[in-house]
């Protein structure tokens, strides 16, 4: 089990960035497969980004292809979120999550350790 700790969000216009981080305690960090979650008021959390334990394989959710980068840096036990050309549609809180495996993981159900969230505001 690993604590996650998100910062970096905050309110930003649409077209601007924002990068978000995680990071994570313990010695295991590497092993773990991490992703980035959304959820947005009366919508159902989505997986909009993942990564496996090695960088070597990652995902992105349809609406964020091309805007959002998910990477990793297992020595610094952190995972970040680079979103780019940000949209309204994309406020919501966002939560990382890690979950020990060697797979990409996609859905909420398979990740077992979650952050409490930080705060995306995009204005129109």
């Known amino acids: 089990q690993v604590q996650l700790v998100e910062s970096g969000g905050g309110l930003v216009q649409a077209g601007g960035s924002l990068r978000l981080s995680c990071v994570a305690s313990g010695r295991t960090f590497s092993t773990y497969a991490m992703g980035w979650f959304r959820q947005a008021p009366g919508k159902e959390r989505e997986c909009i980004a993942a990564i496996t334990w090695h960088a070597s394989i990652t995902y992105y959710a349809n609406s964020v292809k091309g805007r959002f980068t998910i990477s990793r840096d297992n020595a610094l036990n952190t995972v970040y979120l680079q979103m780019n050309n940000l949209k309204p549609d994309d406020t919501a809180v966002y939560y990382c999550?890690?979950?020990?495996?060697?797979?990409?993981?996609?859905?909420?159900?398979?990740?077992?350790?979650w952050g409490q969230g930080t705060q995306v505001t995009v204005s129109s």
């Open positions: 999550a890690a979950d020990r495996s060697y797979s990409l993981l996609v859905r909420s159900q398979d990740y077992g350790d």
